[in-house]
């Protein structure tokens, strides 16, 4: 069975500090991976979605990166955090080609505190 | 753009009180609606999937029901361990596969 690991569960950082978080999933291949948002008491927002190593589609303009080195893994970046990044961060995967109507999967989310 | 539009914003309930969740959404061309389950600072889990209106899908004491402008979810005698944030979701030709979500109905369900 399909599991997705995604640490660290809590993250308490300073303004100006760079940020990794990493996420992985296990029991499938060649996944589509995406990067959601949440912040309090709104909606899942979309930060980035890959289709495949290399690959990495933007939805927003903002402070953070993406990376996928491995079919995999995916990586949520920044260089320098503002206090507007925090937030409760999701990674999510779901099954590649078919006609794009299959359920996302998601993992336990990281908690971004920035101080 | 898609756009999906949950309501109530919260809704409390006495064990054993049968209610609905409204998802209205407006999308170009709908590929799935989907219905997810939230505990406190857990992730979303997957419930249901509905792809065209009319159909039905039914788990436990809940059941998602789906018309071209919006989707209910029907939760039938619920229990205390019922009680979540329900997320709905849509899927639109945008390519790949990029869900729009709701904000959510957050259900309490008192014993």
Do not use: M
Not at chain 1, 52 to 79: H, M, T, W
Not at chain 2, 91 to 108: N, P, W
């Amino acid at each position: 069975s399909q599991t997705i690991h995604q640490w660290p569960a809590t993250l308490v950082q300073p303004v100006g500090s760079p940020l990794s978080l990493e996420c992985t999933v296990e029991g499938t291949s060649n996944p589509n991976l995406y990067w959601y948002r949440q912040a309090a008491g709104r909606g899942l927002q979309l930060l980035f979605y890959s289709v495949g190593i290399g690959q990495i589609s933007s939805e927003v303009p903002q402070n953070l990166s993406a990376s996928r080195p491995q079919d995999r893994q995916f990586i949520l970046s920044s260089k320098k955090l503002l206090l507007s990044d925090s937030g409760f961060y999701l990674c999510a995967w779901s099954d590649s080609g078919v006609a794009y109507n299959s359920p996302l999967h998601f993992g336990n989310g990281t908690r971004l505190t920035v101080t | 753009e898609d756009q999906v539009t949950q309501s109530p914003e919260a809704l409390r309930l006495q064990e054993g009180e049968s209610s609905s969740l409204n998802c209205s959404y407006t999308v170009s061309g709908l590929r799935g609606l989907f219905w997810y389950r939230q505990d406190p600072g857990k992730g979303p889990e997957f419930l249901f999937t509905l792809y065209s209106a009319g159909e039905e899908k039914e788990k436990e004491r809940l059941k998602a029901t789906l018309t071209k402008k919006e989707s209910f979810l029907h939760i039938t005698a619920p229990k205390p361990e019922d009680s979540a944030t329900y997320l709905c979701a849509v899927s639109g030709l945008q390519g790949a596969q990029k869900l729009v979500f709701g904000q959510g109905t957050r259900l309490t369900i008192n014993p």
